[in-house]
């Protein structure tokens, strides 16, 4: 079955450390996307990316990283300049130009605590 | 700018009662509509969406929404609840505008209790 999978499920780190969150997808999606989720606060775009090799930032970009070198793989490096890194992490891929607005799929998330 | 709206931060429904989520949205043109479901600790699911055509839309589970576009809304329904669909759902709006084409704004969500 295709789908998109995000790992570790929980990832702890100490503070001032650099960490990068999986994301992998099968779907043959162009487009991938890296969202965070505070309590109560939505979902929030970090980053996205439409094609390989480009991506651009979202609204809260600052303290984030990615990279799309593969069509399938988008990591988010969360850096130590991240104030509050600590949040549930969700990625998610679509058709993009394929199909403008097409639904996202979503992977199951990276719960990320920071101390 | 386009803007989501889920007036709703909780709401607690009887098991077997009609449930109705409220979402508004703010944008210039025909908006895409989505509303997804989130069960505790997992991803995003889509329930249905509306591109165009008929404003009663069917989508999994049972539920259906209606768009309605002299109330800029775009409603949740579903007959009766289930003590599954406890969960947390999120209205969202397709943007296309320059660069950001093809990304989603969601509304805050409206997490739903049943209670037996």
């Known amino acids: 079955d295709g789908g998109i999978t995000q790992s570790p499920k929980y990832l702890f780190r100490k503070e001032g450390q650099n960490v990068t969150l999986s994301c992998e997808q099968n779907?043959?999606?162009?487009?991938m996307y890296w969202y965070r989720q505070d309590p109560g606060q939505g979902l929030r775009l970090i980053y996205y990316?439409?094609?390989?090799?480009?991506?651009q930032k979202g609204d809260i970009a600052e303290g984030y990283s990615v990279s799309r070198e593969k069509k399938e793989s988008f990591p988010l490096t969360v850096t130590s300049a991240q104030k509050n890194p600590t949040a549930f992490y969700l990625c998610?891929?679509?058709?993009?130009?394929?199909?403008?607005?097409?639904?996202?799929?979503f992977g199951n998330g990276t719960r990320l605590t920071v101390t | 700018a386009q803007s989501v709206t889920q007036p709703d931060i909780h709401i607690t429904v009887s098991e077997g009662a009609s449930l109705e989520l409220r979402c508004n949205y703010s944008?210039?043109?025909?908006?895409?509509l989505f509303w997804y479901v989130q069960s505790p600790g997992q991803g995003l699911q889509l329930l249905l969406k509306?591109?165009?055509?008929?404003?009663l839309v069917q989508g999994i589970k049972g539920f259906e929404a209606e768009f309605k576009r002299s109330q800029s809304s775009f409603n949740l329904r579903k007959p009766s609840v289930h003590w599954s669909d406890a969960a947390e759902y999120f209205c969202?709006?397709?943007?296309?505008?320059?660069?950001?084409?093809?990304?989603?704004?969601f509304g805050k969500g409206t997490k739903l209790s049943v209670k037996p």
């Open positions: 969202a709006v397709g943007a296309i505008e320059g660069g950001s084409q093809g990304n989603l704004i």
């Open positions: 509306y591109f165009s055509g008929d404003t």
């Open positions: 779907l043959n999606h162009d487009a």
């Open positions: 990316s439409q094609i390989v090799n480009d991506f």
């Open positions: 998610a891929s679509s058709l993009g130009g394929q199909a403008p607005n097409s639904p996202l799929h």
């Open positions: 944008y210039g043109a025909t908006p895409y």
